[in-house]
């Protein structure tokens, strides 16, 4: 129900922008998010965006930045001064009254 877009392949020190969208209006949403994972481990929490206030995880704050367009339902995670490690699949996440709603995921990885 969400669509993510906008990964690929950067060499160090690059940019990507991914954009998730739902394929339906989603109402009262509470909170958008970004998650990535890596092959054998947990997916991670990157950033959140809810009633205006952000939040990011320690390990790419000042790199990336949330941000979110209301009249299209759209999450943008802006992704700067990237690092091989960020190599990953990023996930979109929206909570809409109590309900969770994921993107299929969109792969970034980051050459040295």
């Known amino acids: 129900q969400l669509q993510a877009s906008g990964g690929g392949l950067v060499q160090a020190g690059g940019s990507l922008r991914l954009s998730c969208a739902p394929s339906g209006r989603i109402f009262s949403i509470e909170r958008m998010a970004w998650y990535r994972q890596t092959p054998g481990k947990q997916r991670d929490l990157v950033a959140t965006?809810?009633?205006?206030?952000?939040r990011y995880a320690d390990s790419i704050k000042g790199r990336f930045s949330v941000s979110k367009d209301n009249a299209k339902n759209t999450i943008y995670l802006n992704m700067n001064s990237l690092k091989p490690e960020d190599t990953a699949v990023y996930y979109c996440?929206?909570?809409?009254?109590?309900?969770?709603?994921w993107g299929q995921g969109t792969l970034v990885t980051v050459s040295s």
């Open positions: 996440q929206i909570i809409s009254r109590g309900n969770i709603y």
């Open positions: 965006i809810a009633s205006g206030v952000t």
